[in-house]
């Protein structure tokens, strides 16, 4: 009997969105993150193009009478706990079951929706249709956990909880005490404030006041829902309720100053190495790679060996890939890269949009659905699915190796890196802020720009940013943190990992490195992020002997 565990409904239940693994987001365009070297370097095109209008197969069948038969479900819950009769065991197992189903049903049009509202902006039809999906499934799960107390004291907790560990257990108990209407009220008032933000056209001249006013108030409900969890502060509960985060706040600072220690040094000497390079002779191998131009058939023709010398699986799971995928419908198209789960159907989806369609971004999400493919679920852990994207860009890195000169590989690893690590930097950046933010309760819309520029300072990554971003780093966190709060450091602390894994294919074997990636990718949906990169023999990034490794690679 599959049961919702109570990892998958604190995800469902505070973020719907969060299914949706905004694994790109980041990268708000290729070029927004590179050089300024790279920028005019990769200012012409070579005869990629965008791919539009690939939709994949998926067979719905959904009913709108889910949505009625998920609340007679769950009213008959409610009465089979109030006779609270034996006799009627089998017949309330029974009524879960289908609730859930009803649940995932629901999820997953809506899921669906999300997609046809991001080929199509202005379908305002399917935006208001997962609007409202949205908040029928908070409502609905919402509902669910408050039973989880009553079921426990009834005579149906002994079936019920029967395969449940006792952590599990408990944690339902303490979620069933905390999604109270109120909490639920809060939720939806601080995921409008959300909503409208994903509205605002990024060109127009008022949305970086627009943002920061809807950020103020995303703080302020995110502040509500910590003080009823009886958490310390927003990233506390975040980190934990959010996130599954399994390290502690001191790891957190310990990863700060690794990365103001080591990575900021290590971006000096990879500028100095592309400053020594031939930028010119690297211009079509750097812009295969990095730039967002890439048609679907270069992707397949550049992957599918790729897979192959992966083995078996995972061509199995390349061809997967192939037919669930998503692109653009025009140019209007949300810029976005995305891979989500349907439940339902048993199978990871994913889309590009414009500016979304390099071979790094492909392999990116490819990471995703590979991870959902092989572990046939979601996955709980944000940490461990960016370890497990990122890990895949890193291998497919060191397998194109032998297609390049020593020389010329070595400048386009350089420049790849510089690009990660100007990553790594605001991702990490973007994490302080937060905390910052949100230990500092006078701090408000109009002061959010110059704390983002003096986090930057504390962490000693301003110098570095502002060379390549200009007066552009000040506003950076408004396209970052706005919908997508205390995310940006699951996509920091995955990098170090993949970069270690990588580390393993050039330095011991290929081999060796592709085992230790699928390890990776074959979990339980409430697999942690630091004890499965343990079980695949890496470190997590809270070691200085790691950060050590990485920098005296890279700095031969």
């Known amino acids: 009997m599959k049961h919702i565990l109570p990892q998958n409904l604190k995800r469902i239940l505070l973020r719907f969105t969060a299914l949706l693994l905004c694994c790109t987001m980041l990268l708000l365009s290729s070029c927004t993150l590179l050089t300024q070297t790279l920028i005019p370097l990769l200012s012409g095109r070579d005869g990629y193009y965008t791919e539009y209008g690939i939709s994949a197969s998926i067979e719905e069948e959904y009913d709108e009478e889910y949505e009625t038969l998920a609340g007679e479900r769950l009213s008959q819950l409610k009465n089979y706990l109030k006779k609270n009769d034996s006799a009627d065991c089998e017949a309330f197992l029974q009524c879960y079951i289908d609730f859930e189903q009803y649940i995932y049903s629901i999820m997953n049009h809506g899921t669906l929706l999300y997609v046809a509202f991001c080929k199509d902006p202005n379908n305002q039809e399917s935006f208001e249709e997962y609007d409202r999906l949205n908040k029928l499934s908070v409502d609905l799960v919402a509902e669910i956990n408050q039973l989880y107390d009553d079921i426990y004291g009834s005579v149906f907790s002994s079936a019920f909880y029967e395969n449940w560990s006792q952590e599990d257990i408990d944690d339902a108990l303490r979620q069933s005490a905390l999604y109270t209407d109120e909490f639920v009220e809060i939720t939806n008032e601080r995921d409008e404030y959300v909503l409208l933000y994903q509205q605002l056209n990024q060109d127009d001249r008022s949305f ?99 897979t192959a010398v992966l083995g078996s699986d995972f061509e199995n799971a390349f061809s997967s890939f192939k037919e669930h995928v998503y692109t653009a419908e025009s140019t209007t198209s949300s810029r976005v890269a995305f891979t989500a789960y349907l439940e339902t159907q048993s199978t990871p989806i994913c889309y590009f949009g414009p500016d979304y369609q390099s071979i790094s971004t492909y392999v990116h999400e490819l990471g995703h659905f590979n991870a959902y493919y092989f572990s046939k679920q979601s996955i709980s852990s944000i940490d461990l699915c960016e370890t497990q994207s990122q890990s895949n860009e890193w291998l497919y890195l060191a397998y194109i190796e032998d297609q390049y000169k020593a020389s010329t590989y070595d400048a386009l690893t350089s420049y790849y890196l510089l690009n990660q690590l100007i990553t790594l930097s605001l991702a990490t950046c973007c994490d302080y802020f937060e905390r910052q933010v949100y230990a500092t309760p006078s701090c408000g819309a109009e002061d959010y720009d110059e704390l983002f520029i003096e986090c930057t300072k504390e962490l000693g990554a301003y110098d570095f940013l502002y060379e390549y971003l200009g007066n552009d780093l000040k506003g950076y966190w408004h396209y970052a943190v706005v919908a997508n709060s205390m995310y940006y450091l699951s996509y920091a602390v995955s990098l170090i990992p993949a970069m270690e894994l990588y580390l393993i294919a050039r330095e011991q074997s290929f081999t060796e490195a592709t085992a230790r990636y699928l390890s990776l990718c074959t979990v339980e949906e409430s697999a942690s992020f630091k004890e499965t990169v343990q079980h695949a023999q890496l470190t997590p990034p809270f070691s200085k002997e790691v950060f050590e490794k990485i920098c005296q690679h890279f700095s031969k």
Do not use: H, W
């Open 208 to 306: 970086m006041m627009q943002s920061a006013e809807y950020y103020e108030q995303i703080v302020s409900q995110n502040r509500k829902l910590a003080q009823l969890a009886g958490a310390d502060s927003y990233p506390i509960y975040a980190d934990d309720e959010v996130y599954g985060r399994d390290y502690s706040q001191e790891d957190v600072e310990r990863f700060y100053v690794y990365v103001e220690e080591y990575m900021m040094p290590l971006c000096d000497v990879l500028s100095q190495k592309i400053s020594s390079s031939n930028v010119l002779t690297l211009q079509a191998e750097i812009s295969r790679l990095l730039e967002y131009d890439c048609s679907f058939s270069l992707m397949n023709e550049r992957l599918e060996p790729y």
